[in-house]
């Protein structure tokens, strides 16, 4: 199957059908050295951008705050695409521990002012 043929297929999916389709490949995506990994006493065992110590709730925060993947890249010059398409898949899929995670740090940076 190529891309665009995934792609077509991807989009004829219902909400629902994505989700799973979603999951799925953030399954696929977060095993081995690549992809997203937890690690316990690793950045308090958040998900991280494999053999790093780059959060993916971070990179959440950034985007909510109006960065764009190429100044992402700019302020991370050693995570590549795959990377950061691992982050957004696993933000995507795993919704509430990203929410946990950023109102704990929310609730840190506020415990230090």
């Given at each position: 199957?190529?891309p665009?043929?995934?792609k ?41 951008i494999?053999?790093?110590?780059l ?6 925060s ?14 991370y ?5 795959a990377?950061l398409?691992n ?17 704990e ?7 230090e002012?």
């Amino acid at each position: 199957m190529t891309p665009a043929e995934l792609k077509t297929q991807l989009l004829a999916l219902t909400p629902a059908e994505k989700a799973e389709a979603i999951q799925t490949l953030t399954q696929t995506l977060s095993t081995g050295s690549h992809g997203i990994t937890k690690t316990p006493g690793v950045c308090g065992g958040d998900a991280c951008i494999a053999n790093t110590r780059l959060p993916v709730w971070l990179f959440v925060s950034l985007r909510r705050q109006g960065a764009t993947d190429a100044e992402i890249f700019q302020l991370y010059p050693d995570i590549n695409a795959a990377d950061l398409l691992n982050v957004w898949a696993y933000a995507e899929g795993n919704q509430e521990e990203i929410e946990i995670a950023l109102r704990e740090q929310e609730e840190a940076m506020e415990r230090e002012i």
